[in-house]
């Protein structure tokens, strides 16, 4: 199975309770690497791109990268845009082909955020492409977008009707999750994943999965949670990997940009590895 809808993927991993790995990628290398990663464990995955990211490689190059990289490619894949409240980003993103968008309005009133995510979504279907929606944003800043503030939550009932109303195929609650490195074990309201999930069967986002534990992963995963974000873990591995291997190449003096994109690569697809056994997903594949 190919490039497919976002919504495919995310409904079999909900109704199955395992998570699927949305790794945001920066690069071609970071690109080719979670791919790998995914067909070597026979995992479905999802492949995030921040607005940032489209704007320093430029859409064209990125998704003419995604094209030739998924080509022939033999687990399911789906190409999401992370966080854009920017919602011509988000058009020309769905008219390139992406698969699924994060409208983010989350710093708009909920009635104004509520209104755009209906015609996001009606855009969204005219491509056969799923929507991802957020009515609180997620702390901390990631990729210039965000703030270090913890935003409000809204009650259960705003959460419901904002779901309902706009017919979005993720839902993204803020839970005590936030962008970046935690400096310590954050604590989490798993039970406003349930209380969601119990009242309107929806497919949940968790953002900021970096620095969760293992006993965090299952528990969300199991409440409903089938898209987990890993933005940070990615940019950690693929900066420590380069980091070392080049104070090494310092104290051996040799300096070979092949060896360094082959041990940089190895680093990203461990990582993704890791992340995939974590949440259930290897072997899902279909
Ligand atoms: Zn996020």
Redesign the pocket.
């Known amino acids: 199975m190919p490039v497919v809808p976002l919504k495919d993927i995310v409904d079999r991993a909900f109704t199955e309770r395992y998570g699927v790995a949305a790794i945001n990628v920066v690069n071609d290398l970071t690109l080719e690497a979670v791919l790998a990663g995914a067909v070597e464990q026979r995992s479905p995955l999802i492949v995030q791109t921040s607005v940032k990211t489209v704007r320093s490689i430029g859409l064209d190059l990125l998704y003419a990268m995604w094209r030739e990289l998924t080509a022939g490619i033999e687990v399911p894949v789906s190409l999401h845009l ?2 854009c409240p920017d919602r011509s980003v988000i058009t020309s993103c769905l008219r390139k082909g992406w698969n699924s968008v994060l409208f983010d309005g989350s710093s708009l009133p909920v009635a104004e955020n509520q209104r755009q995510t209906v015609e996001v979504v009606a855009e969204a279907k005219s491509y056969g492409a799923s929507v991802e929606g957020e009515i609180e944003a ?1 702390t901390g800043v ?1 990729d210039d977008i965000g703030s270090d503030d913890e935003a409000s939550r809204q009650s259960l009932p705003v959460a419901l009707d904002f779901i309902r109303s706009t017919g979005i195929d993720v839902f ?1 609650p803020a839970i005590g999750n936030a ?1 970046g490195l935690y400096r310590s074990e954050p604590k989490l309201d798993a039970e406003r994943v349930s209380d969601i999930v119990a009242a309107q069967p929806i497919p949940i986002a968790l ?2 999965g970096t620095g969760m534990t293992d006993a965090q992963f299952s528990d969300l995963i199991a409440r409903g949670c089938a898209k987990v ?1 890993i ?1 940070t873990a990615l940019k950690v591995s693929y900066m420590k990997s380069n980091l070392t291997f080049l104070r090494d190449a310092e104290t051996r003096g040799s300096w070979d940009p092949p060896s360094l994109f082959t041990a940089v690569r190895a680093a990203v697809v461990d990582m993704a590895v890791t992340h995939m056994r974590r949440f259930g997903s290897v072997g899902k594949a279909w």
């Open positions: 992370d966080h997620i990631e993204a962008h953002h900021g974000n933005s």
